[in-house]
């Protein structure tokens, strides 16, 4: 089994679209795979209760029938900071708690199994732990999926010295363009590419295009034909 935890650059850097193409990538090559969210903010209501339409899609690249509550333990309805959401609602988690949820769907062993983080590494989880402290508790080797605009040197630069700071290894890095705007000089594009590329210092997993798919399922497949596989690049 190898598990691994998908962190961005940032909120909507691209997390779920990366963790769900990387999924679908492992199911075409007949790998078992998992994919976690522990907590999700702006979740919908529906007859089964809150939703989070970022769970939702890794639940549908998870092989076999995996609950929602395996899959997200902790929704939430506000899209606001985790910690904030949670203290709205009268709730606390700690990683403890968060640690003893995913132990379960982590002793199945499927052959892939990526949790994904919410917001950037430092996201509070609560008033005095982070989330990536989750990461940290269960030593797993840390994908990292930088928003391709404006000001992404600076941020996936950071967030790589703060995952290394915290004594993991960053395996893989994929870059999601976000901002179209930023690849219309090709020039200039791919030299931040290759800035990237060389103070990363890990390998690059994939640069994944504007997708024009419009079902989470459609856009993971597409983003699948843009990606490798930690330790497979």
């Known amino acids: 089994m190898t598990a691994y935890f998908v962190t961005g650059t940032d909120t909507d850097a691209g997390k779920t ?7 679908a990538l492992a199911r075409r090559r007949g790998l078992t795979t998992l994919g976690l969210k522990p907590v999700a903010s702006g979740c ?13 899609a890794l639940q549908a690249q998870s092989e076999s029938i995996t609950s929602y509550a395996t899959i997200n333990p902790y929704a939430y309805s506000p899209a606001i900071a985790p910690h904030l959401a949670a203290r ?3 709730e606390a988690p700690t990683l403890d708690v968060l640690a003893a949820h995913v132990a379960e769907p982590l002793a199945e062993k499927r052959d892939l199994t ?10 509070p989880l609560n008033d005095i732990e982070d ?3 989750l990461a940290v508790r269960l030593e797993l080797p840390v994908v990292l999926v930088v928003g391709l605009e404006l000001g992404c040197l600076n941020h996936a630069r950071l967030t790589a010295e703060a995952i290394r700071a ?12 976000i ?3 930023f690849a219309t000089d090709a020039a200039c594009y791919r030299d931040n590419l290759a800035t ?5 210092e890990a390998p690059c997993l994939g640069i994944v295009p504007r997708l024009t798919a419009d079902t989470p399922a459609a856009r993971a497949a597409s983003a699948a034909d843009h990606l490798a596989l930690p330790g497979n690049e």
Do not use: Y
Request: charged letters at 20%; zero cysteines.
């Open 17 to 23: 679209l990366i963790a769900s193409g990387l999924l």
């Open 166 to 177: 915290d004594g993991l290894p960053l395996v893989g890095w994929v870059g999601n363009l």
């Open 114 to 123: 990526l949790i994904e983080g919410a917001g950037g590494w430092r996201v």
């Open 131 to 133: 989330l990536a402290g």
């Open 196 to 200: 990237l590329e060389r103070s990363l």
């Open 88 to 90: 709205r609602v009268g």
């Open 44 to 56: 919908e209501p529906t007859a089964d209760g809150l939703r989070n339409i970022d769970a939702l």
């Open 179 to 181: 901002d179209s705007d």
